[in-house]
């Protein structure tokens, strides 16, 4: 069902959707014979109340998701500066740590990753490929040669590096994930920017409707008001199926029936 409800919120499929119903409603009021569809008694007062309606439903919702936006993006950015603030950190602990060893061979490959992680700005930070640079390929060959080491303390310091090397990775995939709901922040803005020409096609339907309402216009009026009225239904729809992505994103943790939908 989810699926389904996704597909609805693509652009082109909602324009075809709109443009459709809106070609049923001219149908309907031209053939008013068979279908008993009466807009004698729709008058200027009526209309212009009915479409006012909708506009402004439309530009509360504009009001709630410049908020929504706003409060995501602000989120996102907190976090992704925390982890990056809490690497440098782990990343400064680790270098004095290394340090306090005594000289080996393991120990300046361990130095030599450290200080290259630590000069990676924030803005080098989702960095694809990073795992293939050659001080990454030198501690890996020289933490597997370690851990298959007869030399006890070669092998318990090559133990403690993992678990310090290891924290940080999951600093830097923590900060990719963040970087990732970052852009996807981008499909509140689209829906925001839809939001935003429908009311601007209000505006100029009631705009137009207060200077001219000859019969002949109000059957076009009605008709590019029922194309106001679905893509609003839809622009709701989409509303929802953004909130849940972002609910079943910060549910993770759970095993969620998304399969399912």
């Known amino acids: 069902m989810l699926r389904v ?65 706003l409060f995501i993006s602000q989120q996102a950015k907190g976090e992704r500066l925390a982890a990056y603030d809490l690497m440098k950190s782990k990343l400064s602990e680790v270098r004095q740590w290394l340090l306090n ?30 795992e293939k640079e050659q001080v990454h390929v030198d501690y890996c060959e020289a933490l597997a040669k370690g851990l298959e080491s007869s030399d006890v303390e070669e092998r318990n310091f090559f133990l403690v590096s993992t678990t310090h090397f290891v924290y940080i990775e999951s600093l830097l995939n923590r900060i990719g994930i963040i970087s990732i709901r970052q852009i996807l922040a981008r499909l509140f803005i689209d829906t925001l920017a839809k939001g935003v020409t429908l009311v601007g096609l209000s505006v100029l339907i009631l705009i137009a409707s207060l200077l001219w309402f000859t019969p ?5 009026f009605v008709i590019a008001s029922s194309f106001i009225a679905v893509g609003s239904s839809l622009l709701l729809l989409e509303v929802w199926v953004d909130l849940r992505r972002h609910y079943d994103d910060e549910l993770d943790f759970i095993a969620s029936s998304k399969t399912d939908d």
Not at 112 to 128: C, G, K, N, R, T
């Open 5 to 69: 409800m996704i597909r609805l919120t693509r652009l082109p499929l909602q324009v075809t959707i709109c443009t459709t119903i809106s070609a049923l409603t001219g149908i309907v009021i031209y053939f008013n014979e068979w279908s008993h569809v009466d807009l004698l008694s729709l008058d200027r007062s009526t209309f212009i109340t009915a479409l006012s309606a909708i506009a402004t439903l439309i530009a509360l919702f504009c009001s709630l998701s410049i908020a929504w936006i």
């Open 101 to 130: 060893q005594p000289e080996s061979a393991g120990r300046e490959t361990c130095l030599a990753l450290a200080f290259e992680l630590d000069m990676l700005e924030l803005s080098d930070l989702p960095s694809i490929g990073l």
């Open 216 to 220: 002949f216009l109000k059957n076009i």
